[in-house]
């Protein structure tokens, strides 16, 4: 199956600054996945990416899907302490998930 | 709509010890998939189900069994119990066309001591 690498696998910020996750694979994705996982919780879909170059957001979380759809990434805005959780891209096919990157939130 | 149910929340086996973990779905979705997420190492993914009758192997099948008589229904199967398969186990459903949208269980806690 297909593989994605994700990074950084940590990060900490303080609250209301920037976070960026970035999701690579060395193939070429028909469509990439975002899930959020909340301490405790199970994955919870965010969105699903399918177009060459796409852009979608959902208030502060911004989705880019790559021009050659290899990679993507996740920017949250001004994080807040409800966005603290871990971070997953998942790839298509036997659905392969990335280690996913888990913020946390500094007051 | 309970979605995505799964049993037990928290189990305590002993090594070679075997059980049955259940998850059942009201969704009506075609595919079924079991994974294990261990700390640092993501979801991987054990056994799959594209539809009732039909399984196929994961990334991780070794010392795991399903099967899949009703569409309802994915129980995943463990043989015979070792510490390495500590670790917290989620099902998740999915459409067979449309969005590739996974929806999760609760997930089942387990410890092989």
């Known amino acids: 199956g297909q593989q994605v690498m994700q990074i950084p696998q940590y990060q900490h910020v303080q609250e209301g600054e920037d976070f960026t996750t970035y999701c690579n694979s060395s193939?070429?994705?028909?469509?990439i996945q975002w899930y959020k996982q909340r301490p405790g919780g199970h994955p919870v879909f965010l969105i699903q990416?399918?177009?060459?170059?796409e852009v979608k957001k959902q208030k502060r979380l911004t989705f880019q899907f790559g021009e050659a759809k290899k990679n993507s990434s996740l920017h949250i805005t001004a994080t807040q302490t409800t966005d603290v959780g871990t971070y997953f891209c998942?790839?298509?096919?036997?659905?392969?998930f990335g280690k996913g990157t888990r913020l946390h939130i500094l007051p | 709509n309970a979605g995505v149910t799964q049993t037990p929340k928290f189990q305590v086996l002993k090594t070679g010890q075997s059980m049955t973990l259940q998850c059942a779905q009201d969704?009506?979705?075609?595919?079924m998939s079991w994974y294990r997420q261990d700390p640092g190492m993501g979801l991987r993914l054990i056994h799959y189900?594209?539809?009732?009758?039909?399984?196929d192997q994961g990334e991780v099948p070794n010392g795991y069994n399903v099967s899949r008589s009703t569409t309802e229904d994915f129980p995943l199967r463990l043989l015979s119990a070792a510490p390495s398969q500590t670790s917290v186990y989620f099902c998740?459903?999915?459409?067979?066309?449309?969005?590739?949208?996974?929806?999760f269980g609760p997930g089942t806690r387990l410890t092989v001591t």
């Open positions: 969704m009506n979705h075609e595919y």
């Open positions: 998740a459903t999915q459409r067979a066309s449309g969005s590739y949208e996974q929806y």
């Open positions: 990416l399918v177009k060459s170059g």
């Open positions: 189900s594209v539809g009732a009758g039909i399984t």
């Open positions: 998942a790839g298509p096919g036997k659905i392969i």
């Open positions: 193939t070429t994705l028909s469509n």
